[in-house]
């Protein structure tokens, strides 16, 4: 059997044209493996548990009977000690029951929320913006003062 002289080239160049496209699709046009695509499918996921469950933890702490004093140790307290403080406060997750790695990234994001709220209330009533907001200024009051809150009705 004899084939045409040309058949060899051209099958060499057709197998050099599905390496090169194969290179460019995988690191130019975003193609990926499934199991690539499973893991960034899975920390998008994990990004999402801890985006959701940052502000309950950020609520737990400020629904604790002591939470402003608690707000002032907490911003007492150096940066790297913080993440700790809200995992043993309990406020980031049931002990035993979470995933450990998740526990502590809510815990490092609840704290960048206390640190942010803390630093944002503090800039707006320094600024004055408070002033005529009658019941966010008995909070925030009550948040910078370290007190108890108490009942009042604004009318």
């Known amino acids: 059997m004899k084939i045409h002289p040309m058949v060899k080239p051209a099958v060499w160049g057709a197998m050099g044209g599905a390496v090169a ?48 004093a608690k707000l002032v140790a907490f911003n007492k307290a150096p940066s790297w000690d913080r993440r700790s403080i809200i995992e043993k406060g309990g406020w980031a997750g049931k002990p035993g029951t979470a995933v450990p790695d998740r526990v502590a990234a809510v815990a490092r994001a609840c704290a960048a929320l206390l640190v942010t709220f803390t630093v944002s209330v503090a800039l707006l009533t320094s600024r004055g913006i408070f002033k005529a907001m009658g019941t966010a200024v008995r909070t925030v009051n009550v948040w910078l003062a370290a007190e108890k809150p108490k009942a009042e009705t604004v009318s």
């Open 21 to 68: 496209f194969a290179v460019v699709g995988f690191s130019s046009l975003g193609w990926t493996l499934g199991s690539t695509a499973e893991k960034m499918a899975s920390q998008r996921a994990e990004t999402a548990v801890v985006a959701a469950l940052a502000p309950i933890c950020v609520e737990k702490f400020q629904q604790q009977t002591d939470a402003a």
